[in-house]
């Protein structure tokens, strides 16, 4: 019996060794945004999305421009309407008919680009690739390297003031 358990230590003592010596796979955003271009272009021609556009790297299309004239910049508020959905039109978040709050800056790269394209009462469909989004990490509901469908509806702008 105490053989067996010597056997049993040693063979989970070399599996954890084993596994410690393994390299992560290095991430590659380059590749990644190109597999992710491929899937949201089949995304776009299979939904059958008319103006779509692309903006630095950024899918989106503008559903109502907003009649707002301040530019929006990353230190400023923003008080939005949201859906996030998966391709597949899973709904992952969404703010529910309750606007939220947050600095632009504080969220992924694909709103930080996204957002500044419409003006306050503005509505835009954001796709975002997942190189502009979670890149290779897990979050919530969302899988690693997915890219995200989002629909903004700009609610207010609150303009950061500059200090003196």
């Known amino acids: 019996m105490m053989f067996k358990k010597k056997i049993l230590l040693a063979i989970a003592v070399l599996t954890i060794a084993i596994s ?5 796979v290095e991430y590659d955003s380059t590749a990644q945004y190109s597999i992710d271009t491929a899937i949201i ?16 790297g950024l899918f989106y299309q503008v559903i109502k421009p907003g009649t707002g004239t301040e530019n929006i910049a990353l230190v400023d508020t923003v008080e939005v309407n949201y859906t996030g959905r998966l391709l597949d039109g899973t709904v992952f978040d969404s703010s529910d008919g309750t606007p939220i709050k947050f600095v632009l800056e504080s969220v992924i790269e ?7 394209l419409i ?13 502009m989004a979670y890149t290779n990490r897990p979050v919530g509901p969302i899988p690693a390297n997915s890219p995200l469908d989002f629909t903004v509806d700009l609610v207010k702008v609150y303009k950061q003031i500059p200090k003196k």
């Open 41 to 56: 272009h089949k995304f776009i021609a299979e939904k059958k999305l008319i103006g779509v556009k692309e903006h630095e």
């Open 119 to 131: 003006r306050q009462g503005g509505e835009i469909r954001l796709i975002v690739p997942s190189t």
């Open 20 to 24: 410690a010596c393994q390299k992560e």
């Open 110 to 116: 694909g709103w930080q680009k996204g957002v500044p």
